[in-house]
């Protein structure tokens, strides 16, 4: 099911400051580099994990209400359905309200409460779901072992920076964040 982020998280897994505390770096010279890391780091993770760290809001598109009436988003984890919208042909939306559907969190599906849901007037992305993903809205509601692999894939990425310069390769990932993120790895079928 295609999927837009529509708004991104409001805060990282680690400021700036912590992270250079980490990485002991001393002066500000690279406080931007630093930052980049970060928020290339959380997005490698949340990529990997298909788990959203920080709350984000993200747009799913379907063609049709699924058979078996049971959304499975394939990013995680829930926390709210903001808003639902069917199109007709003509390509107007319907609003329909958030509480005509259940939330199971823990299974990661949304679920209408009863069979009465308008079918989509054309074919191709004829619904839309605003949902809310995320572990919560402050770094510290992610998960430590989430946010310690956000941290050591700064530092490889910081400490090895010169080798991607002159375009020698280094490893995507080291195989301390995969051992952290495994338990969270959600496989995309």
Known sequence: ??????????????????AKSFLRAENDDDDTVIASLIAAARSHVEAMTR????????????????KDGRIKPGRGPLRSLVAARVYDSAGNASVIEAETF????????IAPSAWGLPAPGRATAGIELD????FGTAATDVPDVL???????????????????????????????SAMIASYRVPAL
């Not at 099911?1 to 912590?18: C, H, T, Y």
């Not at 310690?148 to 964040?177: D, F, K």
Request: aromatic share 8%; proline share 6%.
């Open 102 to 109: 259940v939330l199971d969190k823990a299974a990661g599906v």
């Open 1 to 18: 099911m295609p999927s837009i982020l529509l708004s991104g998280p409001a805060v990282e897994p680690w400021s700036v400051a912590e």
């Open 147 to 177: 946010r310690h692999a956000v941290r050591t894939l700064v530092a490889h990425w910081y400490e090895n920076r010169g080798l991607i310069a002159i375009g020698q390769s280094v490893a995507m990932m080291p195989a301390s964040v």
């Open 131 to 134: 949902v809310e993903i995320g």
């Open 51 to 66: 788990c959203a760290l920080i709350a984000q809001t993200w747009r799913f598109v379907l063609d049709q209400w699924p």
